[in-house]
């Protein structure tokens, strides 16, 4: 059996750390050609997914093209909650990572966590790149927030850890990210970045619990942050041997895979540059003690690949990346690839992803409904991390209530809103991270002369998110299921 430990070429072996995104539901010919030849492996995103049925499909098209017994890593951000890519077209099965924590039922987390492992095998899933162990420590925070179980370490990492049980259940791998935890940063290092305000001894005493929860765990793969700790230099934890090696390694004692998040991401290319620069990063996260390269978030096509290829030849070629080293992250990336447990995909079952959404659901004043109600969505972007994917409570409660209107609005139509509210007793107003919008908040004050029910889908933030008293659900999840929990609610 050819394995990447006794593939000495640093050609093969460069080539076996690369997990790239694509474009299109079936692979396209670059692709397959690089996994016959012996690509790490692939991550999968919404673009890539129509159904289970095809994603079942795809994957097998990836496998057959491997000769031999050593396995494709086939990766995917399946979150749950807002970040999904299996239910990109509907919403999830699942409430997301802080509904969970707010149900505050670790074996209820097991179970939705092995819930969705079964399914991610059923697609023929090796790598998930969830759960998140970070916290939601920051108002500000653009990128996290619903993503996290919650802000409080002790409360949050046995979440972590029971989501990293149920997960591996069936074995798909598990990866704890983004260490050493993006929540109290304010920047989003898709696009910039993010310096951590915080010292190491903070960072023990509440970042790296969760971490440390997952590695108790058993989580089989850990994924680096774009993210700058004074304290341990100037370069982000990707490409920190601080970070990687002595902290995740020897103080935390991980033994796993390090996957880094994508490197086409802004915090390290637009600090590093995108095509030589994109080389030059790989290997310094190889040097630092990464084994996995992400280059996910775009569709990648061969010549990014060669680009990073090259550059990881080169540095060993100079002694400044060694040959054990990459054979070693070859090694631990190819244990990624192992074939999750058999299952067969069937339909989708939102039952425990429904009993979870309920048990979330947190109740201010008393939300009654006096009779069919005007249900107003208010849309605002969704984060990258996210992407667009059906959102709105508008259509739960139209099926729910006969004579229900649902309405979607921008933060900027408070005057569509009010000329429509007269005709209905019950006004609905959905919101998802209110705080964190001034236009949404002023919408939110245009309409306080209404008697409205507030249905807050994100972090609810401060004082609830400025529509003071007043009646409100808080969901923590924009999810399907989360959704039609608060429209069962209210109908």
Known sequence: MSTPETQSS?????????????????????????????????????RNVVDDE?????????????????????????????????DVNTGSFVPGPLALGAADDPELTTAVAAAL?????????????APCADLTLAAEDPIIGVRAFGSDPAKASPHVAAYVTGLQKYGVAACAKHFPGHGAATEDSHVALPVLPRTVEELHAIELVPFAAAIRAGVRSVMSGHLVVRAWGD??????????????????????AVITDALEMGAVSGAYGRHDGLGRSAVRALAAGADALCLGGAAFEAEHLDACVTAIVAAVAAGELPLERLAEAASRTAGLGTDPAPARVGPVDRRLGLEAARKALRVHGEPRLA???????????????????????????????????ALTVTPDDADVVLEAAPGFRSVVVVTREAHRHPRVRALLTALSGLDFIRVETGVPGPGGGGDGDGPRIDTFSGSYVSLRAAAEYLA
Do not use: Y
Request: overall charge negative; aromatic content about 4%.
């Open 117 to 129: 492992g079964e399914r991610l095998a059923a697609c023929g899933v090796t790598l998930n790149l």
């Open 10 to 46: 640093p050609e093969k072996l460069a080539e076996a750390v690369l997990l790239p995104g694509f474009a299109g539901t079936t692979a396209p010919d670059w692709l397959r050609r690089r996994v016959a030849g012996g690509l790490g492996g692939v991550v999968l995103f919404g």
């Open 371 to 405: 009779g069919p109600p005007l249900v107003v969505d208010v849309q605002t972007d969704p984060t990258i991390a996210a992407g667009p994917m059906p959102w709105g409570l508008g259509a739960h409660l139209a099926e729910l209530v006969p004579g229900t209107r």
């Open 235 to 256: 370069e982000p934890a990707t490409l920190n041997r601080t970070a990687l090696t002595d902290v995740l390694r020897g103080e935390l004692g991980f033994t796993g």
């Open 54 to 86: 095809q994603v079942a499909a795809l994957t097998a098209q990836l496998r057959s093209e491997r000769d031999g017994d050593s396995g494709v890593v086939v990766g995917i951000d399946e979150e749950g909650g807002d970040v999904t890519r299996l």
